[in-house]
T-cell receptor
């Protein structure tokens, strides 16, 4: 069964460093998302992406964050200068463009646990 | 701003019980809704999707319904098993947006 793949599963980085989280969405999907979940808290939306541009972003997704689809298969989230409060599980998701984008099912990856020290 | 509340926040039941988990949206303009399962430290596994033209979905022992007039969804788990122990999350897609908004979650523990 097709699945969303995220790498690495766990990343430890020093405060102020740049990190890139990688995702391989399901191959025929066209909508892509990043979410995060701080330990013990709810899953929060960061950004959605379609047709090589951001469809929507949250207040969390400030200038320190960026997303890119560098080729036909990868979808990346970059954090330019990490802060302690960026420590969280980051989830990538993708969904197909059916006749109605709002009617498609979102599939999530297993997450990347980011620890900023 | 859409807020999603799940009740109860935690639930501990003996094996075999039938369960009802609730999910409530402040903005009832929900286009579609998904229920997810999350095991500790793991990713999100999609359980059921209720599309815009639907009112409920069933998969095995799970049944989910969505009342758009009130912005409420219910996940029914029949004959619960210890393997059902996990956190259950609802997530709604509001018309005109490009994101799912997640609920606060219900942490379920089924005792053998």
């Amino acid at each position: 069964e097709p699945e969303v793949t995220q790498t690495p599963s766990h990343q430890v980085t020093q405060m102020g460093q740049e990190v890139i989280l990688r995702c391989v969405p399901i191959s025929n999907h066209l909508y892509f998302y990043w979410y995060r979940q701080i330990l013990g808290q709810k899953v929060e939306f960061l950004v959605s992406f379609y047709n090589n541009e951001i469809s929507e972003k949250s207040e969390i997704f400030d200038d320190q964050f960026s997303v890119e689809r560098p080729d036909g298969s990868n979808f990346t989230l970059k954090i330019r200068s990490t802060k302690l409060e960026d420590s969280a599980m980051y989830f990538c998701a993708s969904s197909d463009e059916d006749t109605d984008i709002w009617d498609t099912e979102a599939f999530f990856g297993q997450g990347t646990r980011l620890t900023v020290v | 701003k859409q807020e999603v509340t799940q009740i109860p926040a935690a639930l501990s039941v003996p094996e075999g019980e039938n369960l009802v988990l609730n999910c409530s949206f402040t903005d009832s303009a929900i286009y579609n809704l998904q229920w997810f399962r999350q095991d500790p430290g793991k990713g999100l596994t999609s359980l059921l999707l209720i599309q815009s033209s639907q009112r409920e979905q069933t998969s095995g022992r799970l049944n989910a319904s969505l009342d758009k007039s009130s912005g409420r969804s219910t996940l029914y788990i029949a004959a619960s098993q210890p393997g059902d122990s996990a956190t259950y999350l609802c997530a709604g897609y509001t018309s005109g947006t490009y994101k799912y908004i997640f609920g606060t979650g219900t942490r379920l523990k089924v005792l053998a």
